[in-house]
C-alpha cells in the first residue's frame, strides 16, 4: 500500500486510489464464501490451481493498465483469485490441522503471509520510486507460475465423489453471490459519487437506494431461494459466530483503512518518498507476526479464545486511537504513531487468528474513504478561499501529490495541513470502527477445543 499514493499520483487519479483496494477486496471477499462451496463440490486442489491462474492474469493486467479505470478493473478481476487463495488454503488447514493446533498453525500461515507483506512494504516503495510501480504487479506473475506448478505436483489429496457438472452446478448459491455483490458495489459507488461529487445528485441516491433494495433481497435469497446458501441462518445466527463475524467485519474493515491511509499521511503531509513510507509501516509487520504466533500457542496451551479475542481488540483500539491522537487529534509525531501501529498491529495478528473464520469486508476502507475525501475537498476549498487558482489547485491536489511540490511553499504548507486534518479525522473514524469489533467481542461464548 506504500506504492498507492505514487500509482495515484502518474494515474492522475489520487482521489480515487482507495478503488485500487476497495475493488480487489470486493471480488475477494464476494468470492471466498464462493469458493467454499466450489472447494466441496469441485474438490479443494482445481479450485486453488484456478484462483492461481487468475490472480497471475490479474497482475499482468494490472500492470499493463494505462489508466486507473483499467487497474481498477484488473484488480477486480485479480480478487477473484485472491479470494480463492486465502478461502482454499485455510480449508486444507481446516482438514487436516486439529481445532486446538489451528491457531498455531495459523500464525505459521501468518508468518509466511507476513514475510510477503513486510517485504512487500518497503519493496513497493522502492519500486514505485525507481522503477516505476508496475513492477510490484508484473513481479508477482513468476510466483503465481511457481505456486501453480508446486501445488500440481506436491499436493496430493483424496479422490471427490463424482458426479456430473450440471448437478455439481445447481448447488453452487450464484444467485446469493449476485445480489451481494450487487448491494455491495451500488454502496461503494454511491459513497464514492457523494464524498467526490455530491450526495445530492441522483446517481449518487440511486446507487445508495438500489444497494438497500439488494442486500434486503439477499437475505431472503438465502432463507427462501438458496438450495445450498452460503450464508446459512443458522450458522450466521449463532451468537458465537455472529459476534466473530461482526469482530472480523469491523476490526478488518477498521485496520485496513489505516494501513491504506497511514503511507498517504507519511507521503502528503511529511512529504517523505513511498520507500521510506513502505520503511515505517515494517514494525507494525513484525508486531502482527508475533500477535499471530503468541494467540496461537496460547490457544494450544489452554484451550481458550474468549479473553485472548477481548485482549486482541482491546490492542487494536488502544493502537489506533494512539496513532489517532498523534496524526493530528493531540500533536503530529512520527514515532508515537509508528508505535500506534505496533500495538493495532499485534492486535490484530492475535484476532485474526481466533476470528480466522469471520468474513473479511470493504466498508471500512469504502467509509473510511469518504470521510478523508469529503473533509479533503471542504478543508482545502477552505483554506484556499483567498487563493484566484483554487479550482485548480483542488482538483490538482486531489489528482497527485506530485502537484504539492510544483506550489509555492506557503500554499504547499497550507494542502499539507488540509490532508493532515483529513486524515486525521479518517483516523477517528477508524478508532469508532474498531471499537464496535472490541464491543462485539464481549458477546462470544468461550467453547472448548478439542478436535
Same mark, same amino acid.
Given at each position: 500500500?506504500?506504492?498507492?499514493?505514487?500509482?495515484?499520483?502518474?494515474?492522475?487519479?489520487?482521489?480515487?486510489?482507495?478503488?485500487?483496494?476497495?475493488?480487489? @477486496?470486493?471480488?475477494l471477499?464476494?468470492?471466498?464464501?464462493?469458493?467454499?462451496?466450489?472447494?466441496?463440490?469441485?474438490?479443494?486442489?482445481?479450485?486453488?490451481? *484456478?484462483?492461481?491462474?487468475?490472480?497471475?492474469?490479474?497482475?499482468?493486467?494490472?500492470?499493463?493498465?494505462?489508466?486507473?479505470?483499467?487497474?481498477?478493473?484488473?484488480?477486480?478481476?485479480?480478487?477473484?483469485?485472491?479470494?480463492?487463495?486465502?478461502?482454499?488454503?485455510?480449508?486444507?488447514?481446516?482438514?487436516?490441522?486439529p /481445532? $486446538?493446533?489451528r491457531?498455531?498453525? !495459523?500464525?505459521?500461515?501468518?508468518?509466511?503471509?507476513?514475510?510477503?507483506?513486510?517485504?512487500?512494504?518497503?519493496?513497493?516503495?522502492?519500486?514505485?520510486?525507481?522503477?516505476?510501480?508496475r513492477?510490484?504487479?508484473?513481479?508477482?506473475?513468476?510466483?503465481?507460475?511457481?505456486?501453480?506448478?508446486?501445488? =500440481?505436483?506436491?499436493?496430493?489429496?483424496?479422490?471427490?465423489?463424482?458426479?456430473?457438472?450440471?448437478?455439481?452446478?445447481?448447488?453452487?448459491?450464484?444467485?446469493?453471490?449476485?445480489?451481494?455483490?450487487?448491494?455491495?458495489?451500488?454502496?461503494?459507488?454511491?459513497?464514492? $459519487?457523494?464524498?467526490?461529487?455530491?450526495?445530492?445528485? %441522483?446517481?449518487?441516491?440511486?446507487?445508495? =437506494?438500489?444497494?438497500?433494495? /439488494?442486500?434486503?433481497?439477499?437475505?431472503?435469497?438465502?432463507?427462501?431461494?438458496?438450495?445450498?446458501p452460503?450464508? %446459512?441462518?443458522?450458522?450466521?445466527?449463532?451468537?458465537?459466530?455472529?459476534?466473530?463475524?461482526?469482530?472480523?467485519?469491523?476490526?478488518?474493515?477498521?485496520?485496513?483503512?489505516?494501513? *491504506?491511509?497511514? %503511507?498517504?499521511?507519511f507521503?502528503?503531509?511529511?512529504?517523505?518518498?513511498?520507500?521510506?513510507?513502505?520503511?515505517?509501516?515494517?514494525?507494525?509487520?513484525?508486531?502482527?507476526?508475533?500477535?499471530?504466533?503468541?494467540?496461537?500457542?496460547?490457544?494450544?496451551?489452554?484451550?481458550?479464545?474468549?479473553w485472548?479475542?477481548?485482549?486482541?481488540?482491546?490492542?487494536?483500539?488502544?493502537?489506533? *486511537?494512539?496513532?489517532?491522537?498523534? &496524526?493530528?487529534?493531540?500533536?503530529?509525531?512520527?514515532?508515537?504513531?509508528?508505535?500506534?501501529?505496533?500495538? =493495532?498491529?499485534?492486535?490484530?495478528?492475535?484476532?485474526?487468528?481466533?476470528?480466522l473464520? #469471520?468474513?473479511? &469486508?470493504?466498508?471500512?476502507?469504502?467509509?473510511?474513504?469518504?470521510?478523508?475525501? !469529503?473533509?479533503?475537498?471542504? #478543508?482545502?476549498?477552505?483554506?484556499?478561499?483567498?487563493?484566484?487558482?483554487?479550482?485548480?489547485?483542488?482538483?490538482?491536489?486531489?489528482?497527485?501529490?506530485?502537484?504539492?511540490?510544483?506550489?509555492?511553499?506557503?500554499?504547499? !504548507?497550507i494542502? $499539507?495541513?488540509?490532508?493532515? =486534518?483529513?486524515?486525521?479525522?479518517?483516523?477517528? *473514524?477508524?478508532?469508532?470502527?474498531?471499537?464496535?469489533?472490541? @464491543?462485539?467481542?464481549?458477546?462470544? $461464548?468461550?467453547?472448548?477445543?478439542?478436535?
Open positions: 500500500m506504500a506504492s498507492y499514493g505514487q500509482i495515484g499520483s502518474d494515474l492522475k487519479a489520487l482521489n480515487l486510489t482507495s478503488w485500487i483496494a476497495t475493488s480487489y @477486496f470486493l471480488t471477499t464476494s468470492f471466498q464464501p464462493l469458493y467454499g462451496k466450489l472447494s466441496d463440490i469441485f474438490g479443494r486442489k482445481p479450485c486453488l490451481l *484456478f484462483a492461481y491462474a487468475i490472480f497471475g492474469i490479474g497482475c499482468l493486467f494490472c500492470g499493463l493498465a494505462r489508466n486507473i479505470n483499467e487497474l481498477i478493473a484488473a484488480r477486480v478481476f485479480q480478487g477473484i483469485g485472491g479470494g480463492g487463495m486465502t478461502t482454499v488454503v485455510s480449508i486444507l488447514m481446516s482438514d487436516i490441522v /481445532l $486446538r493446533d491457531g498455531l498453525w !495459523q500464525g505459521v500461515i501468518n508468518i509466511i503471509f507476513a514475510t510477503g507483506s513486510g517485504t512487500g512494504a518497503p519493496l513497493g516503495g522502492i519500486l514505485a520510486d525507481y522503477i516505476g510501480w513492477w510490484a504487479f508484473l513481479a508477482q506473475f513468476p510466483m503465481c507460475i511457481l505456486a501453480f506448478i508446486a501445488v =500440481s505436483f506436491m499436493l496430493k489429496l483424496p479422490a471427490q465423489e463424482s458426479s456430473h457438472w450440471k448437478d455439481k452446478l445447481r448447488r453452487v448459491d450464484f444467485l446469493g453471490a449476485i445480489v451481494l455483490v450487487g448491494a455491495v458495489l451500488g454502496f461503494l459507488l454511491g459513497l464514492d $459519487r457523494g464524498s467526490n461529487v455530491s450526495w445530492t445528485m %441522483p446517481l449518487t441516491i440511486a446507487s445508495l =437506494s438500489v444497494s438497500v433494495v /439488494l442486500f434486503i433481497a439477499f437475505i431472503l435469497v438465502e432463507i427462501y431461494l438458496a438450495a445450498e452460503f450464508a %446459512p441462518g443458522h450458522i450466521i445466527f449463532n451468537r458465537t459466530f455472529f459476534a466473530l463475524y461482526c469482530c472480523n467485519f469491523f476490526s478488518f474493515g477498521g485496520w485496513l483503512a489505516a494501513l *491504506f491511509y497511514i %503511507p498517504l499521511y507521503q502528503a503531509v511529511d512529504g517523505v518518498s513511498a520507500t521510506t513510507a513502505g520503511l515505517r509501516l515494517l514494525p507494525c509487520i513484525l508486531a502482527g507476526v508475533s500477535g499471530s504466533l503468541f494467540s496461537g500457542f496460547i490457544m494450544r496451551w489452554t484451550g481458550k479464545y474468549y485472548l479475542t477481548v485482549v486482541a481488540y482491546s490492542l487494536l483500539t488502544t493502537g489506533c *486511537f494512539t496513532i489517532y491522537m498523534f &496524526s493530528g487529534g493531540l500533536v503530529a509525531s512520527v514515532i508515537p504513531m509508528i508505535l500506534g501501529t505496533v500495538i =493495532s498491529a499485534f492486535g490484530n495478528g492475535i484476532g485474526v487468528t481466533t476470528t473464520i #469471520g468474513l473479511r &469486508s470493504v466498508i471500512g476502507l469504502s467509509l473510511g474513504s469518504t470521510v478523508v475525501q !469529503q473533509s479533503l475537498r471542504d #478543508g482545502l476549498r477552505e483554506g484556499l478561499r483567498d487563493s484566484k487558482d483554487i479550482d485548480q489547485i483542488v482538483n490538482g491536489v486531489r489528482e497527485s501529490l506530485d502537484y504539492i511540490k510544483k506550489l509555492d511553499p506557503d500554499i504547499a !504548507q494542502v $499539507r495541513d488540509c490532508y493532515g =486534518s483529513s486524515v486525521n479525522k479518517g483516523f477517528a *473514524f477508524m478508532v469508532v470502527i474498531v471499537f464496535f469489533a472490541l @464491543f462485539s467481542a464481549f458477546f462470544m $461464548r468461550e467453547a472448548k477445543l478439542t478436535r
